[in-house]
């Protein structure tokens, strides 16, 4: 009886590599002895047998050999194994990058070279998804850079379906970059897209022209500058708040070339007023061109200095103050005879800090007593704010350049 075998092989047992089985030429060979492992004797036939290809004699192998493509099953017979679900590979979460350094007009991203792709735009580029597998769920992660110019758009495949129903807008600067994610059910009919973040500058970037930014250096500056993770400049002087912020710089450093700092919100004021004022009120009132605000962007001590030149044509009392948003303190009063004239001086400092914002701050006079009409003929205002609040500007000595540090 003999049965079909694809290969040939010497099986071994026991020690010593003592031979038990010989299976090759078309039969199945059992050498006589050496049936365990010790080495010992089990079966021990005088003759060799040939194994049945069907059926075994010996009750040894129900089957020597199956069809092309059968494995040798648990229950000892040879068949196809079953599809039953997908297999599983995990490898560190290892994923195929396509990395294309220059995308140009026109850009495919094909799932068959990765599941991340890493595209960075040197014009315009409209892109095309392909690749995608009908009957089950395929993602791919883009990674989507501007280079060093930076300002090109993207038009997508007309299948993508956004979150919220409206595409991303992305941050089109200079060496920034996007993330987004795509991921279809039907083969591609359908793509669903979701930015996943990004904005943000490129690690190690350099901004190479400032003119990007709307900048003229000063002649023999140097238009280099890290853009890792803020924003290096020589912005026209002087700039306001509100271009700093449009040119999306708020919160940000800029070091700047030149002799003049940013205007705008400022944590201190001052006001001179040079137009003498009379009172014969019994209660204090406005003193005329001696009001100012001061604009603060975080909690804040507010401390007010004035000084007064006053005078009087006849004995009196003349009354002084410091109103801040509509609450009068350190009320004074000076002693003036009709010939009489000085300065007077009140120094004032907020009991609690003031909640951000814009702020009145006024001189006050009233005739405490006496006769004549009294006079406050010069004033000098000052308001500060005790903290940092808004802008700060460090020069070097020659101002030659500065730091503006915008802290909102």
């Given at each position: 009886?003999?049965?079909?075998?694809?290969?040939?092989?010497?099986?071994?047992?026991?020690?010593?590599?003592?031979?038990?089985?010989?299976?090759?030429?078309?039969?199945?060979?059992?050498?006589?002895?050496?049936?365990?492992?010790?080495?010992?004797?089990?079966?021990?036939?005088?003759?060799?047998?040939?194994?049945?290809?069907?059926?075994?004699?010996?009750?040894?192998?129900?089957?020597?050999?199956?069809?092309?493509?059968?494995?040798?099953?648990?229950?000892?017979?040879?068949?196809?194994?079953?599809?039953?679900?997908?297999?599983?590979?995990?490898?560190?979460?290892?994923?195929?990058?396509?990395?294309?350094?220059?995308?140009?007009?026109?850009?495919?991203?094909?799932?068959?070279?990765?599941?991340?792709?890493?595209?960075?735009?040197?014009?315009?580029?409209?892109?095309?998804?392909?690749?995608?597998?009908?009957?089950?769920?395929?993602?791919?992660?883009?990674?989507?850079?501007?280079?060093?110019?930076?300002?090109?758009?993207?038009?997508?495949?007309?299948?993508?379906?956004?979150?919220?129903?409206?595409?991303?807008?992305?941050?089109?600067?200079?060496?920034?970059?996007?993330?987004?994610?795509?991921?279809?059910?039907?083969?591609?009919?359908?793509?669903?897209?979701?930015?996943?973040?990004?904005?943000?500058?490129?690690?190690?970037?350099?901004?190479?022209?400032?003119?990007?930014?709307?900048?003229?250096?000063?002649?023999?500056?140097?238009?280099?500058?890290?853009?890792?993770?803020?924003?290096?400049?020589?912005?026209?002087?002087?700039?306001?708040?509100?271009?700093?912020?449009?040119?999306?710089?708020?919160?940000?450093?800029?070091?700047?070339?030149?002799?003049?700092?940013?205007?705008?919100?400022?944590?201190?004021?001052?006001?001179?007023?040079?137009?003498?004022?009379?009172?014969?009120?019994?209660?204090?009132?406005?003193?005329?061109?001696?009001?100012?605000?001061?604009?603060?962007?975080?909690?804040?001590?507010?401390?007010?200095?004035?000084?007064?030149?006053?005078?009087?044509?006849?004995?009196?009392?003349?009354?002084?103050?410091?109103?801040?948003?509509?609450?009068?303190?350190?009320?004074?009063?000076?002693?003036?005879?009709?010939?009489?004239?000085?300065?007077?001086?009140?120094?004032?400092?907020?009991?609690?800090?003031?909640?951000?914002?814009?702020?009145?701050?006024?001189?006050?006079?009233?005739?405490?007593?006496?006769?004549?009409?009294?006079?406050?003929?010069?004033?000098?205002?000052?308001?500060?704010?005790?903290?940092?609040?808004?802008?700060?500007?460090?020069t070097t000595d020659d101002e030659t350049d500065y730091v503006y540090a915008d802290l909102a």
């Open positions: 009886m003999t049965g079909t075998v694809r290969d040939y092989a010497v099986l071994y047992l026991g020690p010593g590599g003592k031979k038990v089985a010989t299976v090759g030429g078309g039969n199945a060979v059992i050498t006589a002895g050496q049936h365990r492992l010790d080495g010992t004797e089990h079966l021990a036939p005088a003759d060799t047998t040939t194994l049945d290809a069907t059926a075994s004699a010996h009750g040894l192998l129900p089957k020597l050999s199956g069809d092309a493509g059968d494995a040798l099953l648990g229950d000892g017979t040879w068949g196809a194994i079953a599809s039953t679900g997908y297999v599983t590979n995990i490898d560190g979460g290892k994923e195929v990058v396509s990395t294309v350094a220059a995308a140009g007009a026109t850009e495919t991203l094909d799932l068959a070279d990765g599941n991340v792709h890493d595209v960075t735009l040197t014009e315009d580029c409209t892109l095309t998804f392909a690749g995608a597998t009908a009957g089950v769920a395929c993602s791919f992660t883009l990674v989507l850079r501007q280079d060093g110019t930076g300002g090109w758009t993207t038009t997508w495949p007309g299948s993508v379906v956004w979150a919220g129903g409206t595409a991303p807008t992305l941050d089109e600067t200079l060496s920034t970059l996007a993330v987004l994610t795509f991921f279809t059910l039907d083969g591609g009919t359908i793509w669903y897209g979701f930015p996943t973040g990004g904005g943000g500058a490129s690690i190690g970037a350099t901004v190479e022209d400032e003119t990007t930014f709307g900048i003229t250096p000063d002649a023999g500056a140097s238009t280099d500058a890290s853009a890792a993770d803020h924003t290096h400049g020589s912005p026209a002087n002087p700039v306001t708040v509100a271009a700093l912020e449009a040119l999306g710089v708020r919160g940000e450093l800029v070091v700047v070339d030149g002799t003049t700092g940013p205007t705008g919100v400022i944590p201190s004021s001052y006001v001179e007023m040079t137009t003498p004022d009379t009172t014969t009120s019994a209660s204090l009132e406005d003193i005329t061109g001696a009001t100012t605000t001061i604009t603060i962007q975080r909690p804040s001590d507010i401390a007010v200095w004035m000084t007064a030149h006053v005078s009087a044509g006849a004995v009196c009392d003349l009354g002084l103050a410091i109103n801040i948003d509509g609450t009068d303190h350190d009320a004074t009063t000076t002693h003036l005879t009709a010939t009489d004239e000085g300065n007077v001086a009140i120094m004032h400092r907020t009991v609690s800090k003031f909640a951000p914002g814009t702020y009145t701050v006024k001189g006050r006079m009233q005739r405490v007593s006496g006769g004549g009409t009294p006079s406050v003929d010069r004033v000098d205002l000052l308001v500060s704010a005790l903290t940092t609040s808004g802008p700060v500007l460090v």
